[in-house]
């Protein structure tokens, strides 16, 4: 189960599930099937990084977060300004389980999305925001944009990787 603090793909597919059962139920270690399927995974988050969206596409950044980029030096990639986020995704495995996660802590509001909230200073008097100084500032909220999502085709892959295992003789 994934808890609220992390965020990670769980497949919810009956195809899937019937042929996990098939294969725990012939083979006596699952464990690199479960390494497969969490590299297949790993690789799905990792496209969905370059393509900004998949299957559907990411809303876009605004113009002035575009020109702060710019100003900065940073990516105008979505999601990417510094590329941590995209970095910090991990597959994880072991005889029953695999997938991938990351423990960035903003990493749950950028794929679900937030809705508007206020942010106050914590550790200093004040925060800069905008060219200003205040102790706090009303954040609009973030678009979804779902990077931690399985295409069609990345559920077959994670099947075939199953098949293979189970045709092995696991």
């Known amino acids: 189960m994934i808890s609220n603090n992390l965020i990670g793909i769980r497949i919810v597919d009956d195809a899937v599930q019937r042929k996990l059962q098939l294969m725990a139920a012939h083979a006596t270690n699952t464990a690199p099937a479960m390494a497969g399927i969490s590299m297949v995974m790993l690789g799905e988050v990792e496209n969905n990084f370059r393509a900004e969206g998949r299957p559907t596409k990411w809303k876009a950044l605004t113009a002035s977060t575009l020109a ?9 990639k979505i999601l990417q300004a510094k590329g941590h986020l995209a970095r910090s995704i991990t597959p994880f495995s072991s005889n029953n389980v695999g997938g991938v996660g990351t423990n960035v802590p903003y990493a749950p509001a950028m794929n679900n999305g937030s809705k508007p909230h206020v942010i106050k200073a914590k550790n200093k ?18 678009a979804p944009r779902p990077f931690m999502v ?3 085709r990345g559920q077959s892959d994670c099947l075939k990787v199953m098949a293979a295992h189970i045709a092995s003789g696991g």
């Open 125 to 142: 008097k004040a925060l800069y925001f905008g060219g200003r100084f205040a102790k706090k500032v009303n954040h609009p909220g973030t």
């Open 68 to 76: 702060t980029r710019a100003a900065r030096g940073t990516s105008g």
């Open 150 to 152: 399985l295409t069609d």
